[in-house]
């Protein structure tokens, strides 16, 4: 059996879960990470698999929501990122979120801790040498840019692009609470949450309409060389968001249902800012929705027009960044490996998944893969019916039929969605079909029942033990 190491570039969050699942296999782990050698403009520390957006892992539905089921799956898979999310999560409603510098510190920790890793803090500037043999590469929408130039070079296609920007972050105790109050949109109570897990920030119409014409009318950061790059839907600026419409903030992500002032429960809001809590102290609080391209002075002069936010102190103000990633269907086969180079992979958001546990998820599949090929073992994807084969599906076969120009196919970034999943039917209800709502909530059920029992096969792990009548 061969000991020789599997090389990874890339210490974020898909790489760091690649490097524990290879190395949990029995295969030693060389993790090459440029910061600490050279900086990023997004990352504000070293810690491998810093959160340099939201610190939120989203839903943790595991049966009615896709990126919960996700959260479920990784668990089975024993996933770094999922352990050292849930030791370190913050109150957030329904969501899964976490003390980003305790969960960075924790994966930092582990890996530097595990006899079968060795971490090297260098920037790999060029494709890894041949003599790699076994390679993933994981550098993430940070690619720097000398890398992005050889990989494009190297698979003879042109990486595509787009923006990401960060929303800002606030001191708590710069909040005005006889204004604000704390809740949970319909109260509702996730992991480690109470119900009242946001700060919510109330605007009546003509609060709001100024608010939106101060963002259009705001200075922004101008990148020409970027000029054409498309945004992301799921991160767009909440400028471009406001330029879409009067009412496209207020039925995103200011929506005011589900929400009662506490201080005045007669009269509702027209339109509500919510802050979700961003450390375990409770100190530091980030606007939910509010990346933004707004040059700083404006952040702080416009985000200070939010009622209860008029004295608002900043630890993080917002930025804006570009996004790399490959035409991957093209290029990757089913494991991710580059069809050109056998041996040389691809994990993480330069795939074209998007998000933070979508990253961490085609990690952890990319180091499955390249430990299995290692140990001379052969590994099957996984089933089109779980989170991970629907999202691996759309990453290295799924795309879409371009509009524009028809017959040619184009592919983008995409957060794991039910949309990805093969059809199933709903299930009757004392013989009856559903409709409406309950058609919807039992077929995602039926979806993610059958997901997971998928998934335990796939993983050997067996089925779940039924509970005795």
């Given at each position: ?167 800002p972050i606030v001191h708590f105790d710069s909040i005005d609470m006889t204004t604000c109050w704390f809740q949970s949109r319909y109260d ?97 609080y980030n606007m939910v929705g509010f990346q933004t391209k707004l040059k700083h002075g404006e952040q702080v002069r416009i985000f200070r ?66 430990a299995a090929e290692r140990l001379g073992r052969t590994m099957t994807p996984p089933p089109a019916t779980t989170a991970f084969g629907a ?79």
């Open positions: 059996m061969s000991t020789k190491p599997i090389h990874i570039v890339g210490g974020g969050l898909a790489g760091s879960e690649a490097a524990w699942q290879a190395a949990e296999a029995g295969v030693p782990v060389i993790l090459h990470e440029m910061r600490g050698a050279r900086g990023t403009d997004a990352h504000k520390t070293d810690g491998l698999a810093e959160l340099v957006c939201s610190n939120s892992f989203r839903s943790d539905d595991a049966e009615t929501n896709a990126v919960g089921l996700l959260h479920a799956e990784m668990r089975l898979a024993n996933s770094l990122i999922m352990s050292s999310g849930d030791a370190n999560q913050v109150p957030a409603g329904g969501a899964l979120a976490v003390d980003r510098d305790g969960f960075s510190d924790a994966v930092t920790a582990r890996l530097e801790a595990h006899p079968l890793i060795t971490i090297v803090r260098e920037e790999i500037t060029g494709l890894p040498p041949a003599d790699w043999d076994q390679t993933i590469i994981a550098t993430g929408p940070l690619t720097a840019p000398s890398l992005a130039e050889a990989i494009a070079a190297g698979t003879s296609s042109d990486a595509l692009a787009f923006f990401d920007a960060i929303a509702k109570v996730g992991p480690g949450g109470t119900g009242k897990d946001y700060i919510n920030c109330p605007m009546d119409k003509a609060q709001y309409e100024a608010f939106v014409q101060a963002l259009m009318d705001g200075q922004k950061t101008e990148f020409k060389e970027w000029e054409g790059t498309p945004y992301f839907d799921g991160c767009l600026p909440i400028e471009v968001m406001a330029e879409r419409g009067p009412e496209t903030l207020r039925h995103g992500p200011m929506k005011p249902m589900g929400l009662t002032n506490e201080h005045n429960p007669e009269v509702k809001a027209y339109a509500v800012v919510q802050l979700r809590q961003d450390n375990a102290l409770g100190t530091l027009m939010i009622p209860g936010m008029e004295n608002a102190e900043f630890a993080r103000l917002g930025g804006l960044h570009r996004n790399t990633y490959l035409n991957s269907p093209t290029l990757l086969d089913p494991s991710l490996q580059l069809r050109s180079r056998p041996g040389l992979r691809f994990a993480g958001q330069i795939t074209g998944c998007e998000g933070y546990v979508e990253s961490a998820a085609i990690g952890l599949l990319a180091g499955r893969f390249a999202l691996l599906n759309h990453i290295t076969g799924g795309h879409l039929v371009s509009h524009d120009e028809p017959g040619k196919r184009s592919f983008q970034p995409m957060n794991v969605n039910f949309g990805l999943f093969p059809e199933i039917e709903a299930p009757r209800v004392e013989g009856k079909r559903l409709r409406g709502k309950e058609k919807t909530i039992a077929k995602k059920k039926a979806m993610t029942g059958r997901a997971l029992a998928d998934c335990r096969a796939w993983l050997g792990l067996g089925p779940v033990a039924q509970a005795a009548e």
